[in-house]
């Protein structure tokens, strides 16, 4: 690559993505680089930017240039590449979308993708979409243009359908699926390969191999005798992934429905039980998961929110300190920003490598229409990213993925509307809210604590 190259990344503030993807740039060493980041929050937007440009001058990476503003119409023009990682409301507002169904009897872990806390989250997320999208639009037309932020379905279906904008959904999830299977498997990760299907956090691992062979019988093998250890020896669950750094094996315990599944159905989710569970509602009545509650001690959001703030501000607490930036900041690290330089070569290169992306359909998984958008291998080429014929994917697992594609819709056509009763049916539709009367209470409720951010209802 002999041009500089320009990308934006809107929503900054985000700092572990921000320091992730800036450590994966240094590390890189490809390229000549302008970094443009942008916040809405000030404050916040100069500690990120003085981390971004200490990590740049402590590695002397000077084909790397850092700019900053809160306006992302300065930083637009010339982009190559637009990232957002926004989240209209922050933390407040994703905590309300988790315990305000709880007033109605409904339990969730995560509350960004479905249920009431997810359709409430696109109703704030859409709107704000679209007009970065539009901006994108208008100002850096040819630009590729990724999205992180949640509900990934939701949103890159309504920009998509909004805009003439290509959006393309971006999550790590695929990519903590295999490094849980190969930790399952005590193998080495490269190793490992699998096909996976299906919507954003409910992405079916169905092809698993190691060294090209078909590994669904060793885990079936595995989970039996797990099984049996436990009836002997009752493994404590472990809430939180298990963490991939432990050392031990990861037990089918800390992960039940996901298990469950993969032996009825031959794929696993891939990101297993703390954003599967919220897909199948009916299982959980009230939350009840496996003699635990959901969000209150089986996932609990609070603490995932705490851990959340903590990281956060230690990571911008770095960028105001004097002297050099702490050594593990420069770090491979694992989440959101994982293979997305990876992802770019290949875009520029055409170098036809694959990733799981969320993209239209366009033809790969029969009897699922075409526009609805799929998380699925994608090959980046220098066209863009094209989807690939899958094959082997069906049964129940394509059936779940249809039925949920109708709750996904009603979603994105009542953020694009302005209109509560396709709220309401989108919360109806989903599974977890059983009666209109209570899909109506909740719709004026989620109303009423984000009125103004949701510039579409008013």
Same mark, same amino acid.
């Given at each position: 690559?002999?041009?500089?190259?320009?990308?934006?990344?809107?929503?900054?503030?985000?700092?572990?993505?921000?320091?992730?993807?800036?450590?994966?740039?240094?590390?890189?060493?490809?390229?000549?680089?302008?970094?443009?980041?942008?916040?809405?929050?000030?404050?916040?937007?100069?500690?990120?930017?003085?981390?971004?440009?200490?990590?740049?001058?402590?590695?002397?990476?000077?084909?790397?240039?850092?700019?900053?503003?809160?306006?992302?119409?300065?930083? &637009?023009?010339?982009?190559?590449?637009?990232? @957002? =990682? *926004?989240? +209209? #409301?922050?933390? !407040?507002?994703?905590?309300?979308?988790?315990?305000?169904?709880?007033?109605?009897?409904i339990y969730q872990p995560v509350g960004d993708s479905i249920m009431p806390g997810g359709i409430a989250r696109a109703q704030r997320m859409i709107p704000a979409m679209i007009?970065?999208?539009?901006?994108?639009?208008?100002?850096?037309?040819?630009?590729?243009?990724?999205?992180?932020?949640?509900?990934?379905?939701?949103?890159?279906?309504?920009?998509?359908?909004?805009?003439?904008?290509?959006?393309?959904?971006?999550?790590?999830?695929?990519?903590?699926?295999?490094?849980?299977?190969?930790?399952? &498997?005590?193998?080495?990760?490269?190793?490992? @390969? =699998? *096909?996976? +299907? #299906?919507?954003? !956090?409910?992405t079916w691992l169905y092809d698993i191999r190691v060294d090209g062979r078909d590994v669904k019988p060793d885990l079936l093998e595995l989970i039996a005798r797990q099984k049996?250890?436990?009836?002997?020896?009752?493994?404590?669950?472990?809430?939180?992934?298990?963490?991939?750094?432990?050392?031990?094996?990861?037990?089918?315990?800390?992960?039940?429905?996901?298990?469950?599944?993969?032996?009825?159905?031959?794929?696993?989710?891939?990101?297993?039980?703390?954003?599967?569970?919220?897909?199948?509602?009916?299982?959980?009545?009230?939350?009840?998961?496996?003699?635990?509650? &959901?969000?209150?001690?089986?996932?609990?959001?609070?603490?995932v929110i705490a851990r959340g703030e903590k990281t956060y501000q230690d990571m911008l607490s770095q960028g105001e300190i004097t002297g050099e930036a702490a050594p593990e900041?420069?770090?491979?690290?694992?989440?959101?920003?994982?293979?997305?330089?990876?992802?770019?070569?290949?875009?520029?290169?055409?170098?036809?490598?694959?990733?799981?992306?969320?993209?239209?359909?366009?033809?790969?998984?029969?009897?699922?229409?075409?526009?609805?958008?799929?998380?699925?291998?994608?090959?980046?080429?220098?066209?863009?990213?094209?989807?690939?014929?899958?094959?082997?994917?069906?049964?129940?697992?394509?059936?779940?993925?249809?039925?949920?594609?109708?709750?996904?819709?009603?979603?994105?056509?009542?953020?694009?509307?302005?209109?509560?009763?396709?709220?309401?049916?989108?919360?109806?539709?989903?599974?977890?809210?059983?009666?209109?009367?209570?899909?109506?209470?909740?719709?004026?409720?989620?109303?009423?604590?984000?009125?103004?951010?949701?510039?579409?209802?008013?």
């Amino acid at each position: 690559m002999s041009e500089r190259k320009k990308i934006v990344l809107i929503g900054a503030g985000s700092a572990v993505f921000t320091k992730g993807l800036i450590a994966d740039f240094i590390q890189s060493g490809w390229g000549e680089w302008e970094i443009a980041l942008c916040d809405i929050n000030p404050v916040i937007l100069e500690s990120i930017t003085k981390l971004a440009r200490k990590m740049v001058e402590q590695k002397g990476a000077k084909q790397i240039t850092v700019t900053s503003s809160c306006d992302r119409c300065d930083l &637009l023009p010339g982009a190559d590449f637009v990232v @957002t =990682t *926004i989240a +209209v #409301g922050g933390r !407040h507002a994703w905590e309300q979308d988790v315990k305000i169904p709880r007033k109605y009897g409904i339990y969730q872990p995560v509350g960004d993708s479905i249920m009431p806390g997810g359709i409430a989250r696109a109703q704030r997320m859409i709107p704000a979409m679209i007009e970065i999208a539009r901006d994108v639009e208008r100002l850096c037309p040819n630009a590729y243009f990724f999205n992180y932020s949640n509900p990934m379905t939701a949103i890159v279906t309504a920009v998509r359908r909004a805009t003439g904008v290509k959006l393309i959904g971006l999550c790590h999830g695929v990519i903590y699926g295999e490094k849980y299977l190969a930790r399952m &498997l005590d193998v080495d990760v490269e190793r490992l @390969t =699998t *096909i996976g +299907v #299906g919507l954003n !956090h409910l992405t079916w691992l169905y092809d698993i191999r190691v060294d090209g062979r078909d590994v669904k019988p060793d885990l079936l093998e595995l989970i039996a005798r797990q099984k049996k250890e436990h009836e002997i020896n009752p493994h404590v669950r472990n809430f939180f992934n298990p963490q991939l750094e432990d050392k031990e094996i990861p037990n089918y315990m800390d992960n039940p429905l996901s298990w469950e599944l993969f032996e009825r159905y031959g794929g696993i989710p891939a990101v297993v039980d703390r954003h599967a569970v919220e897909f199948f509602p009916e299982r959980f009545p009230k939350g009840a998961y496996y003699g635990h509650t &959901l969000g209150i001690d089986a996932f609990p959001i609070d603490d995932v929110i705490a851990r959340g703030e903590k990281t956060y501000q230690d990571m911008l607490s770095q960028g105001e300190i004097t002297g050099e930036a702490a050594p593990e900041l420069f770090a491979r690290t694992s989440g959101e920003h994982e293979q997305l330089v990876e992802m770019i070569r290949s875009l520029i290169l055409d170098e036809r490598k694959v990733f799981s992306v969320n993209i239209p359909n366009d033809g790969a998984v029969r009897g699922i229409p075409d526009d609805a958008i799929l998380e699925l291998p994608g090959v980046a080429t220098g066209l863009g990213f094209s989807s690939m014929h899958i094959n082997g994917f069906g049964g129940p697992m394509k059936d779940i993925i249809i039925k949920r594609l109708a709750s996904v819709d009603a979603t994105v056509e009542a953020a694009l509307t302005g209109d509560k009763r396709l709220w309401a049916d989108a919360m109806m539709l989903d599974g977890a809210v059983t009666d209109y009367t209570t899909a109506e209470a909740l719709v004026e409720e989620f109303y009423a604590e984000y009125k103004d951010v949701l510039p579409q209802y008013k």
